[in-house]
């Protein structure tokens, strides 16, 4: 499996924007970029993905280098809420399972 | 709120035993995936459904089964538990067993082993 490499941990104040890497050197063209979160007693939480182009939605966005060795999570306005470890996942485009690896641990100061 | 929904929250029982973790996935979907997540080798794949047919398979023991029935629940049997089979387990959905597939994710089963 194409593997991640992530901070592994940051911190934010509470209403400011919060920008998490992840280095995929090894990625390959069909590899998708997902990213999930996970909340503390709670399971994981689907975030946002992304294959070539930057992508928005209604939790964060994706911007994803040229080269695609490289992403960033932008969180916009961090909340209390969003403390979670954050995890960057490359998965084949034929291989369903998501690869784990330690992820972000962020954490959010009111 | 995911959607998918596991049974029972909370498990202990003993070395030797056997126990069957249950998920209901999200309306509609057909792909089934456990993870179990331990302190030491963090969340880790199991096995993956797809619409009643075993699709792919991870780290999973031996003494670990799995199905996916017709309704498309799906139960995960330990059997001959061990002391390091403590963990959570995770159960997710996916529409498709294709294309990018986001999975939602249960609750978790909390599994204690004494």
């Known amino acids: 499996d194409a593997k991640t490499t992530q901070p592994n941990s940051m911190e934010s104040n509470e209403e400011e924007p919060v920008h998490l890497p992840c280095n995929h050197s090894?990625?390959?063209?069909?590899?998708?970029i997902h990213w999930y979160r996970q909340l503390p007693s709670q399971g994981p939480e689907y975030v946002i993905h992304g294959l070539t182009s930057n992508v928005n939605n209604r939790m964060a966005s994706l911007a994803i280098a040229e080269d695609r060795k490289s992403s960033t999570l932008i969180l916009h306005r961090a909340t209390l809420r969003d403390a979670a470890v954050y995890y960057c996942i490359l998965r084949p485009h034929n291989d369903y399972k998501l690869s784990f690896g330690a992820g972000t641990t962020v954490t959010v100061r009111a | 709120d995911s959607g998918v929904t596991q049974t029972p929250k909370h498990l202990i029982t003993a070395t030797g035993q056997r126990v069957t973790l249950r998920c209901s996935p999200r309306s509609g979907d057909l792909s089934v995936y456990w993870y179990q997540q331990s302190l030491d080798q963090g969340l880790q794949f199991l096995i993956q459904?797809?619409?009643?047919?075993?699709?792919a398979k991870g780290n999973i023991l031996e003494r670990f089964s799995a199905q996916q029935f017709p309704d498309l629940h799906s139960e995960l049997n330990l059997s001959s538990l061990e002391l390091g089979d403590s963990a959570l387990y995770f159960c997710a959905s996916s529409v498709e067993g294709t294309g990018p597939g986001e999975q939602y994710f249960g609750p978790g089963t909390r599994l204690t082993v004494t």
């Open positions: 090894t990625i390959s063209g069909t590899d998708y």
């Open positions: 459904y797809y619409n009643g047919e075993e699709r």
